[in-house]
């Protein structure tokens, strides 16, 4: 994968070197506090500023010493349960799998999920490829309700047990960019912890600040009912008074007349999973709603209250739905692909904020490609790739500010994804920077079609879209830029981070 990467690199830096810098890049340099681009700058492990931990002097728990033993017929689940349990008891550690098969769902397996609630935790494998450490999950964990089709629970959650504590309102507006809110009460918040951010609102400015122009439809009833929905999570850098400084910036305008509060958001942090191959037992054609074992069978590893943490160099194969993050914050999956038969999902950002998605393949052809959904908030899908036979996920519920960055693959409006209660697919800030599509070009493409129900994105940013002779309404576009040529910079991403930082970060540079 990283060899792809690097030809990737070359070959956007090659298409793009000929070309002037993107005005609109040159507007968020000149004066980003005005510009339309949103700072995508924060995104990801510690803000992007560090490269993925991987803890060398700390105390590893090998599940062959709880029991497991690879490549045999009899399930390791309960001896890996026994060194997860061991390393949280330790207080840190990693888990860590030797190669070879490992089985976790057995059929003398209870039905339930394996849970890493504790920080300081490293799920390690010795490789994802051939050779490697392969967990295999035979049979399927049972639906909530098999009515509802996605209620199957993940095999491996990650993420804190604890939930929000209730803190305060926020009492003063914030803009789009500030590090500053003002609350009424900081009452058991110190620096360094976690908060979230959460407002919901049928205030008209801002559901026009989403749309613009676009009606609400009757059948969008969450929309209707519940106005605006928003959930954001960052850390608390420094308490004066009531004044609350963050570490990262505001994403999205604070109105404090609209009943804004603040929790304290209980996470576990410096949490990795590498080296894995995550192997489900998906082998049936999927076909989108059949049933609960098409859209969420086998559904692998969820993230969910957690921070700082990453996952890299894992294969997803014969899977449902490959790796949902729920909450939390500054989380980086990089590197990872999702292989076998085509299923649900493969990677996508259901709720947090600031997540890094980069270097995903999708060989499977998941219905619903690497994107987000949700209340997700700032999220950077960068050099992905899929087959020309699907898209990226977009799936309603109010995802905001998601960046689309050097993506290749197809394009179509049926793959968004989402119950017409909860749409559109996307709020503001859909933004796509030299994206390449792959399928057969499309004449006027629209974002907001009229005779369409299950496609709605609202004026999306689209600077150097190439591959094919795409052309798009351009009524339905926030913004448009060198549509049929790449632009510089190649990455959005990289040149944010590239402009705070003053350098590249070591981590993103090949050695």
Same mark, same amino acid.
């Not at 000149?30 to 924060?42: E, Q, R, T």
């Not at 507006?173 to 500053?180: H, L, Q, R």
């Given at each position: 994968?990283?060899?792809?990467?690097?030809?990737?690199?070359?070959?956007?830096?090659?298409?793009?070197?000929?070309?002037?810098?993107?005005?609109?890049?040159?507007?968020?340099?000149?004066?980003?506090?005005?510009?339309?681009?949103?700072?995508?700058?924060?995104?990801?492990?510690?803000?992007?500023?560090?490269?993925?931990?991987?803890?060398?002097? #700390?105390?590893?728990?090998? #599940?062959?010493?709880?029991?497991?033993?690879?490549?045999?017929?009899?399930?390791?689940?309960?001896?890996?349960?026994?060194?997860?349990?061991?390393?949280?008891?330790?207080?840190?550690?990693?888990?860590?799998?030797?190669?070879?098969?490992?089985?976790?769902?057995?059929?003398?397996?209870?039905?339930?999920?394996?849970?890493?609630?504790?920080?300081?935790?490293?799920?390690?494998?010795?490789?994802?490829?051939?050779?490697?450490?392969?967990?295999?999950?035979?049979?399927?964990?049972?639906?909530?309700?098999?009515?509802?089709?996605?209620?199957?629970?993940?095999?491996?959650?990650?993420?804190?047990?604890?939930?929000?504590?209730?803190?305060?309102?926020?009492?003063?507006?914030?803009?789009?960019?500030?590090?500053?809110?003002?609350?009424?009460?900081?009452?058991?918040?110190?620096?360094?912890?976690?908060?979230?951010?959460?407002?919901?609102?049928?205030?008209?400015?801002?559901?026009?600040?989403?749309?613009?122009?676009?009606?609400?439809?009757?059948?969008?009833?969450?929309?209707?009912?519940?106005?605006?929905?928003?959930?954001?999570?960052?850390?608390?850098?420094?308490?004066?008074?009531?004044?609350?400084?963050?570490?990262?910036?505001?994403?999205?305008? #604070?109105?404090?007349?609209?009943?804004?509060?603040?929790?304290?958001?209980?996470?576990?942090?410096?949490?990795?999973?590498?080296?894995?191959?995550?192997?489900?037992?998906?082998?049936?054609?999927?076909?989108?709603?059949?049933?609960?074992?098409?859209?969420?069978?086998?559904?692998?590893?969820?993230?969910?209250?957690?921070? =700082?943490?990453?996952?890299? &160099?894992?294969?997803?194969?014969?899977?449902?739905?490959?790796?949902?993050?729920?909450?939390?914050? &500054?989380?980086?999956?990089?590197?990872?692909?999702?292989?076998?038969?085509?299923?649900?999902?493969?990677?996508?950002?259901?709720?947090?904020?600031?997540?890094?998605?980069?270097?995903?393949?999708?060989?499977?052809?998941?219905?619903?490609?690497?994107?987000?959904?949700?209340?997700?908030?700032?999220?950077?899908?960068?050099? #992905?790739?899929?087959?020309?036979?699907?898209?990226?996920?977009?799936?309603?519920?109010?995802?905001?500010?998601?960046?689309?960055?050097?993506?290749?693959?197809?394009?179509?409006?049926?793959?968004?994804?989402?119950?017409?209660? &909860?749409?559109? =697919?996307?709020?503001?800030?859909?933004?796509?920077?030299?994206?390449?599509?792959?399928?057969?070009?499309?004449?006027?493409?629209?974002?907001?079609?009229?005779?369409?129900?299950?496609?709605?994105?609202?004026?999306?940013?689209?600077?150097?879209?190439?591959?094919?002779?795409?052309?798009?309404?351009?009524?339905?576009?926030?913004?448009?830029?060198?549509?049929?040529?790449?632009?510089?910079?190649?990455?959005?991403?990289?040149?944010?981070?590239?402009?705070?930082?003053?350098?590249?970060?070591?981590?993103?540079?090949?050695?």
């Amino acid at each position: 994968m990283k060899y792809v990467y690097t030809f990737l690199g070359i070959l956007g830096f090659l298409a793009g070197s000929a070309q002037q810098e993107a005005k609109i890049f040159q507007n968020f340099k000149a004066d980003k506090a005005n510009s339309i681009l949103p700072d995508f700058s924060y995104v990801g492990y510690h803000c992007g500023e560090r490269p993925l931990e991987s803890k060398k002097n #700390v105390e590893v728990f090998d #599940v062959i010493n709880y029991g497991a033993i690879p490549d045999d017929i009899i399930s390791d689940k309960q001896a890996i349960m026994r060194a997860i349990a061991a390393a949280e008891k330790a207080g840190g550690g990693i888990v860590f799998f030797p190669k070879g098969k490992f089985l976790v769902q057995e059929d003398t397996d209870s039905a339930t999920s394996i849970w890493i609630s504790k920080s300081n935790i490293i799920f390690r494998g010795s490789g994802s490829g051939k050779g490697g450490t392969e967990l295999f999950m035979k049979n399927p964990l049972k639906p909530a309700d098999p009515e509802k089709m996605w209620t199957v629970p993940p095999l491996f959650i990650f993420g804190s047990k604890k939930g929000e504590r209730n803190i305060g309102k926020i009492v003063a507006d914030s803009k789009t960019g500030s590090f500053e809110i003002m609350v009424d009460k900081s009452t058991g918040l110190k620096e360094n912890d976690w908060i979230m951010l959460e407002m919901k609102s049928k205030d008209l400015a801002s559901i026009k600040l989403d749309l613009g122009n676009h009606e609400v439809s009757p059948a969008w009833k969450s929309l209707n009912e519940n106005g605006i929905e928003l959930k954001m999570y960052y850390q608390v850098k420094k308490i004066a008074g009531n004044q609350i400084t963050l570490v990262q910036p505001l994403a999205y305008p #604070v109105n404090s007349s609209l009943d804004w509060k603040v929790s304290k958001f209980n996470a576990i942090e410096e949490v990795g999973i590498e080296n894995i191959a995550f192997a489900g037992n998906w082998k049936a054609p999927f076909v989108h709603h059949r049933s609960w074992l098409d859209d969420s069978g086998f559904t692998l590893v969820n993230m969910r209250r957690m921070v =700082n943490s990453w996952m890299k &160099n894992c294969r997803f194969t014969n899977v449902s739905i490959a790796c949902v993050i729920n909450s939390g914050a &500054n989380i980086s999956v990089l590197d990872c692909v999702i292989t076998g038969n085509g299923g649900h999902e493969a990677v996508a950002n259901a709720g947090g904020t600031n997540i890094l998605l980069g270097r995903i393949i999708d060989e499977a052809s998941m219905w619903h490609s690497v994107g987000t959904s949700k209340t997700s908030m700032n999220t950077v899908v960068w050099r #992905v790739t899929y087959p020309v036979t699907t898209c990226f996920e977009s799936h309603a519920s109010q995802p905001r500010n998601t960046l689309l960055d050097n993506v290749t693959g197809g394009l179509m409006q049926n793959r968004g994804g989402g119950a017409l209660v &909860n749409m559109p =697919n996307h709020m503001r800030n859909l933004v796509m920077w030299n994206y390449t599509q792959t399928n057969d070009a499309i004449k006027d493409f629209e974002f907001w079609p009229s005779g369409s129900i299950w496609w709605k994105i609202p004026n999306p940013i689209i600077v150097g879209f190439s591959g094919k002779e795409t052309t798009f309404q351009k009524e339905q576009v926030g913004y448009m830029e060198s549509i049929g040529k790449f632009v510089t910079p190649g990455s959005l991403y990289e040149a944010q981070l590239k402009l705070r930082l003053g350098r590249l970060p070591d981590w993103m540079i090949e050695k």
